[in-house]
Every structure is written in C-alpha cells, then in structure tokens.
C-alpha cells in the first residue's frame, strides 16, 4: 500500500528538498505556483539571487499580512518580500537576463516530464490558458532546469516515456524533485538517485510511467526535520 501524504507535507518537501540545489553565487528564476515556496526554504547561509521574471532581482520570503506590499509581487501575482540591495527593471531588462544565459538554475512546475527531459507545462488542450509565459525561454535559458511537482495528478503519473502534452521544450530538464524522491535526467534516462522513506523503489515505478533506473549509489531522500 503506498503511503498518502498530506498536500502540505507534499509541498514542504519538494521545495525544501529544491532549496538545497541552491549554491553560493547562484542566480535563480522561481517559477510560479509551488516553486515559489522554495523562497521560504533557502538556507540563509547561501548567498544567491532569486528572480521573478516578472522584473525583480533579489526575492526574499514570500510575504505575510504584516510585510505586504501592494506593489510588490511575483510573475504569479503573490506578495513577496525583497533582500536588501534588491533591484527591480522591465521585463525587456529581465528577459534580457535569462535569454543572455545568466540565470543559473531555474524551478519550474509541470504537467509531464518524459525519459528524455522533454517538459510540457504550459497548456492541456481545450482549456483556458493565457498563455505560454516565460518558461519556454527559461528553460532554454537556464544552466540548469529542475522540475519541482506532485508525483502524480488524480492517481495517473506525470513521469512518462514520452509527453502526450504540447512541449514547452525538448530535452532541457536536468532534475526533477517530487515526494516519492529525487530524479536525474541523462544520456541513460531517468534515474532514481534518492528515495522518500514512506516509499519502495516499486511503488516509485508503480506511480512512474517512465522506466526508471536505479542509481548505484540510491540514497534516502533529504528531508526537512520541521
């Protein structure tokens, strides 16, 4: 029986775990919806940028009732709170960042994600969307992709062979994070290389349409302690 964990528990995790992918120095694009929780969980001994495409360079916490700001809000329209020294431009200036390569890493949520790093986040056909928004040109932008989701939506799986959705982008996803555990994308495939506690390596393959492949050196999954 695989375990169920709570929505809260889910979302804590994967950006908590996303959070330690940060390094000193790095500049990172957050994504909206569960990507911006990673915000709240970056080690405050690492000093990195963290950017909202949207035109600011320097995020810090999401905001609480007591820090809101009217004007001051993510690409996905929620309050944030700003670093000292933040600085704030266009979003000409801002694409200029992420098409120019600077952007070290960024943290996208997702629909699908295949075998071969192919993403598709943006639209299910037939309904609304207002549009593809800037991960089609973050996700070519960016060193480094990863993928921050629920491992499943409705019990069916989001980890495929092969995307059935429209794609964002081909073959540019590095890392995927979701609660069951930790996933690499290379030239082999997609590898298992951490493991939730609550989880067997077959209840991970059981959820997971893809062919997973189990790293050699499999650890369990960091966790939060809180």
Same mark, same amino acid.
């Given at each position: 029986?695989?375990?169920q964990?709570? /929505?809260?528990t889910?979302?804590?995790?994967i950006?908590?775990?996303?959070?330690?992918?940060?390094?000193?120095?790095?500049?990172?694009?957050?994504?909206?919806?569960?990507?911006?929780?990673?915000a709240n969980?970056?080690?405050?001994?690492?000093?990195?940028?963290?950017?909202?495409?949207n035109?600011?360079?320097g995020?810090?916490?999401?905001?609480?009732?007591?820090? /809101?700001?009217?004007?001051?809000?993510?690409?996905?329209?929620?309050?944030?709170? $700003?670093?000292?020294?933040?600085?704030?431009?266009?979003?000409?200036?801002s694409?200029?960042?992420?098409?120019?390569?600077?952007v070290?890493?960024?943290?996208?949520?997702a629909?699908?994600?295949?075998?071969?790093?192919?993403l598709?986040?943006?639209?299910?056909?037939?309904?609304?969307?207002?549009?593809?928004?800037?991960?089609?040109?973050l996700?070519?932008?960016? /060193?480094?992709?990863?993928?921050a989701m629920?491992?499943?939506?409705?019990?069916?799986p989001?980890l495929?062979?092969?995307?059935?959705?429209?794609?964002?982008?081909?073959?540019?996803v590095?890392?995927?994070?979701?609660?069951?555990?930790?996933?690499?994308?290379?030239?082999?495939?997609?590898?298992?290389?951490?493991?939730?506690?609550?989880?067997?390596?077959?209840?991970v393959?059981? $959820?997971?349409?893809?062919?997973?492949?189990?790293?050699?050196?499999?650890?369990?999954?960091?966790?939060?302690?809180?």
């Open positions: 029986m695989t375990a964990l709570d /929505k809260d889910v979302r804590h995790r950006a908590w775990r996303v959070a330690r992918e940060m390094k000193d120095g790095d500049i990172v694009n957050l994504g909206i919806g569960l990507p911006t929780l990673v969980h970056v080690d405050k001994d690492v000093e990195l940028l963290l950017q909202a495409e035109g600011l360079l995020i810090d916490q999401l905001a609480c009732e007591a820090t /809101k700001d009217a004007d001051l809000v993510n690409a996905g329209g929620q309050h944030i709170t $700003a670093v000292d020294g933040a600085c704030y431009f266009n979003s000409a200036d694409f200029a960042i992420i098409r120019g390569g600077h070290d890493a960024t943290v996208l949520g629909l699908q994600v295949d075998e071969c790093g192919n598709a986040n943006w639209i299910i056909p037939g309904k609304m969307v207002p549009g593809m928004g800037g991960a089609m040109d996700v070519v932008g960016a /060193k480094k992709v990863i993928v629920e491992h499943t939506v409705k019990d069916q989001k495929l062979k092969q995307c059935s959705l429209p794609l964002t982008a081909a073959n540019q590095n890392l995927i994070v979701t609660e069951m555990g930790v996933f690499e994308i290379n030239e082999s495939g997609m590898v298992l290389t951490e493991l939730a506690p609550e989880f067997s390596i077959d209840e393959q059981a $959820a997971t349409e893809a062919t997973l492949l189990v790293s050699p050196n499999l650890r369990p999954m960091q966790l939060p302690t809180s």
